[in-house]
């Protein structure tokens, strides 16, 4: 069984430009989640997308924003971009919305903003 | 506002030793919590995790306590492994939020 898969792996942007980030939930996995992992730092909720709806965001600004798209596939964009946005941006699915249970994380998108 | 701290940051341990990480909590509604490994290069791997109605859960060459009173949580490792390697995350779930709060992650060195 695949896990959960997150492109791209690297990504290289310039203060004010937007990144996408993806990512592909285990199959029959509905709810996905976005975390910020900052250098030293824990991992902070971002966004967690359920059955193609937000459903609870965390403490960011509104330039982090994204999607889920029906095949429950996930897209995180950062619009804006500011030096303090480099991070590695991890993404989990889950089968259930209990806050997790079940939780599978990805390997991340490293985000460098020159 | 919540937090989820961890005493030691860095633990250096001898192959073979027994490995405790702590981690302490401050969300009185946290009902549910986690232990997660992340690896260089590699997404947090579930470890285990325990629920508020129980004080102790064990796993394979793990444990975790959980001490509601102090809130206090532990991460036991028994005959650590040079595999063992990694940072070491606590999380709690807030209560009914559907969201995981992390520390800040203890790394753990094994030296062999």
């Known amino acids: 069984e695949a896990g959960v898969t997150q492109s791209p792996t690297h990504l290289i942007k310039t203060r004010g430009q937007q990144a996408t980030l993806r990512c592909s939930p285990i199959s029959g996995h509905t709810s996905v989640y976005w975390y910020q992992q900052a250098l030293g730092l824990g991992l902070q909720f971002l966004l967690w997308y359920d059955e193609g709806e937000e459903r609870n965001r965390g403490n960011f600004p509104p330039r982090f924003s994204g999607r889920q798209f029906p095949n429950y596939s996930s897209e995180l964009n950062v619009n804006a971009l500011e030096l303090e946005d480099s991070a590695l941006y991890l993404c989990a699915s889950s089968l259930t919305r209990a806050a997790g249970s079940g939780y599978t994380f990805g390997s991340g998108t490293r985000l460098t903003v020159v | 506002g919540e937090s989820v701290g961890l005493h030691l940051p860095t633990l250096s341990v001898q192959e073979g030793d027994n490995s405790i990480i702590n981690c302490a909590y401050s969300?009185?509604?946290?009902?549910?919590f986690i232990w997660y490994k992340q690896e260089s290069g590699k997404g947090p791997q579930f470890i285990i995790d325990i629920r508020s109605n129980m004080d102790k859960r064990q796993g394979q060459r793990v444990t975790v306590l959980l001490n509601k009173t102090v809130k206090h949580l532990s991460l036991q490792i028994a005959a650590t492994q040079p595999g063992d390697s990694a940072v070491y995350f606590c999380a709690e779930n807030g209560g009914a939020t559907n969201k995981l709060i992390f520390g800040t992650g203890t790394l753990l060195a094994v030296q062999p």
């Open positions: 969300n009185s509604a946290s009902d549910y």
